[in-house]
């Protein structure tokens, strides 16, 4: 894959970092913290590995295809738990998590195709 | 500051990683290595830096003055040794290094004035 | 700095990096996790740059002195933080960080005695 | 997965991660600078991800099956590639990241006796 080809990814990842730390720093501020335990433990997750995907594209990572395929797997994963609650910035995070699962999968799902 | 003011700070720093590593792997392939091994190393070091700033920003961390006041430095030192160089990549990575230590230093300017 | 003398400071990083992120996952499993928010956003601070600090330190980065700087002001802070909480892994992670934040600060004030 | 079962595996990637640092920066002051591009690339990219997978575990990730699933993989590359280099620091890396390798297996292979 090429520089350009990664950039809607990489543009992706990084959005989604940016949403599930909003979502996390704006959870530990909830009046209903304790029903949040989870989805901030998955928020910080899913910040992280997308912050290293961004990252590995970046530099055109030999192993781009697997960090994705992680990375689609634990913003799914992020999705799903934020989908229990009701907050905007919950709502925004699930958003941003499944657009950049999507965009990995495009790049994962290339990648099977030409194996 | 809050989610909106430093929007423009985390773009800039995800540029200047993106153009860090670039010129990283470029590098790696050039014919005169030989010259550009503290290139490369200080592309490294300043990817890295602005990775750990981007995030730290989208946490509203309460350390992003001295993050960015880091940042900005390392932004600053990879610009001058890619000033040495005359590749396309180089030239692409002190545009991207010089406008995030920009971007840093407005924030951390911003922080000194309100002490 | 060579290799050997980074050592002891690593391994002061990993433990306090560990230590913080054991304080985080145990202070989001507390009964009390309201008066937790604040120990559970600086854990993750503490262990982010205490993790970016030992890599830092392992790729003997140029920027090692200001990063440990950085890394021995956010240990101190994560300390006195937990220092207003009484569970075992609170203590746990003080004894951890301003550890650390010693190891740091023996190599700072080194190269400040060098400059 | 307790705390205590993961310590050695961290102490396994911590030590993969230094010695690849190691290698990284060894290798961009060798004469035969050319012949380890490879090399030089890998060993970031090993550094990378076994920091990763050491702070996965210390905050006991949801995720750190499939995170180890993918440091094994890249240690395994990383080794490879060195075993084709003579210098004592690929030696020493080679060693580093393939017990990295094989502590990750460990809990990976575990994990799959008992799903």
Sequence with gaps: MTRIEYQQCIDACVK????????????????????????IRLNRECADICSFAA????RQSPFV???????????EACAAENS???HTHCKECIKATLACA???RLITDAALAHA
């Design 16 to 39: 989604s970092m940016d949403a599930c730390n909003y979502s996390y720093i704006s959870s530990l501020k909830e009046y209903d913290l304790a029903s949040l335990r989870e989805s």
């Design 55 to 58: 990252q590995a594209m970046s």
């Design 65 to 75: 295809v697997p960090i994705l395929r992680l990375c689609a797997e634990i913003c």
């Design 84 to 86: 229990r609650h009701v």
């Design 102 to 104: 999507e965009a990995c």
